[in-house]
Nanobody, 118 residues
Framework: VQLQASGGGLVQAGSSLRLSCEASGRTFSAYTVAWFRQAPGKERELVAESSWNGISPYYAASVKGRFTISRDNAKKTAYLQMNSLKPEDTAVYYC????????????WGQGTEVTVSS
């Protein structure tokens, strides 16, 4: 499985962005997918996670109520809708698939950069 993340950019605080993660391969629909982010000088952080059917997604406390993870298994694509963006959301965002353990995923995308100006 190869993952291609896109949708990052430079936006002002309060704006919205939608990140996409397009997967190749036939088994995407069976995998848990997640979005992580890593800000400069900080450790990688799990932002949101969705099981194969999208029920009961997980969100980090810092993004809960502002970000929404979703997926379209027919299109083999996962999304991260980010609203009310804050400067502290600035990071490189990575999508990942096939959860192997807590915060441990088998497949990773290349990352897409999000910069939020104040």
């Amino acid at each position: 499985v190869q993952l291609q993340a896109s949708g990052g950019g430079l936006v002002q605080a309060g704006s919205s962005l939608r990140l996409s993660c397009e997967a190749s391969g036939r088994t995407f629909s069976a995998y848990t997918v997640a979005w992580f982010r890593q800000a400069p000088g900080k450790e990688r952080e799990l932002v949101a996670e969705s099981s194969w059917n999208g029920i009961s997604p997980y969100y980090a406390a810092s993004v809960k109520g502002r970000f929404t993870i979703s997926r379209d298994n027919a299109k083999k694509t996962a999304y991260l809708q980010m609203n009310s963006l804050k400067p502290e959301d600035t990071a490189v965002y990575y999508c990942a698939a096939q959860k192997m353990g807590p915060h441990f995923y088998h497949y990773w995308g290349q990352g897409t950069e999000v910069t939020v100006s104040s």
